[in-house]
């Protein structure tokens, strides 16, 4: 277990591109995100403060808190709606509840490759979802990604949804999640990430879906020892500033913020990416059983979940579904 949770190795930090932006203040930004110093998110977060303190000469200072140190991705967002945290970067999933277009990213086996993923989140949809979730004390000014989710289980290798009768899945704080799960059988119970390791190791529940840098930074092959690559559900990060932090800043450095989070938003995808190989091979190394699924396995997945976008359909909005569905 040991060798798979070694700091895995990473594409270097670029160097930082652009000029210095003047503007006058000096600003200091706390950034909290959900997953640990060893992922990619937080590497993404070590290239956004080299570049915003680089190209604001030292005025904007970044402060990087991983691991949920400051509260779990729910908690982080009220932080910045009441002023006491400047940045986090969420998965959307727990922010439907206030967004409930973000649904839409939940829909299972939506995005067929990265690809489509990222032309949906660079183009006209990803800016509408920006802007809807621009309001209620928060700036929207980009994204990154969580990835594709995979499940991992303590009973038993899962190559068929028949496989998960009963099997208890801690999911995130969200209805589709949770509709999925059940549609596909298994008896799903959302939970804040920060309580997840410990409900794996103490049986709470028997398994839970991450993406598999996730799955590794969080050591969860201590406690599982079977991976199955279902893909089953592709998530963003969605990068947000607290709206009274935002407003006190020049325009000068707010575009230098909008900048950043799109750099960061490339480099930190293209981290992920490369990294998912070697990382299944380091949980195998370590013991754990991971599964890859055959076309047909996976399109028995595919039409076992098939019901979930009827009931959505309505709060997501068909005409959004279509056009994401007609990129791929
Ligand atoms: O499983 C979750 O809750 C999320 O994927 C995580 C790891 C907190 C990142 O937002």
């Keep these: 277990a040991l060798q798979a949770n070694a700091a895995p190795e990473m594409p270097p930090i670029p160097d930082v591109q652009g000029d210095v932006v003047q503007a006058d203040g000096d600003f200091k930004i706390k950034f909290s995100i959900g997953t640990t110093q060893s992922g990619a998110q937080y590497r993404g977060l070590e290239y956004f403060e080299k570049i915003v303190e680089q190209r604001s000469d030292g005025h904007i200072q970044v402060e990087l808190f991983p691991g949920a140190q400051l509260g779990d991705d729910l908690q982080a967002v009220s932080a910045l709606q009441s002023g006491t945290l400047e940045m986090t970067a969420p998965s959307t999933s727990p922010l439907v509840s206030m967004f409930p277009k973000f649904a839409l990213f939940d829909l299972p086996f939506l995005f067929p490759t990265p690809d489509v993923a990222d032309q949906v989140l660079d183009g006209d949809i990803g800016q509408q979802m920006l802007d809807e979730a621009s309001t209620n004390g928060l700036v929207a000014i980009g994204w990154a990604e969580n990835g594709y989710r995979q499940l991992t289980n303590s009973r038993q290798e899962v190559t068929a949804p028949e496989d998960l009768e009963g099997l208890k899945v801690r999911t995130m704080q969200n209805p589709i999640h949770l509709d999925i799960w059940r549609t596909l059988g298994a008896n799903p119970t959302p939970m804040s990430f920060a309580e997840l390791f410990t409900a794996l190791e103490q049986g709470v529940v028997d398994g839970q879906e991450n993406p598999w840098i996730t799955i590794q930074s969080s050591r969860f092959n201590e406690v599982q020892d079977y991976a199955t690559e279902t893909n089953h559900v592709y998530t963003p990060f969605i990068t947000l500033v607290s709206e009274r932090f935002w407003s006190r800043l020049p325009a000068e450095y707010q575009q230098l913020l909008r900048d950043a989070a ?44 098939a019901p979930v976008y009827d009931n959505w359909r309505d709060q997501i909005g068909g005409e959004l579904i279509d056009q994401v569905r007609a990129a791929s």
């Excluded at 938003?265 to 890859?292: C, P, W």
């Design 262 to 305: 799109q750099q960061m938003g490339e480099y930190e995808r293209h981290v992920g990416r490369s990294m998912n190989d070697q990382i299944k091979q380091d949980l195998a190394d370590s013991g754990m059983q991971i599964t890859e699924l055959t076309p047909e396995q996976v399109k028995a997945f595919q039409d076992k979940v």
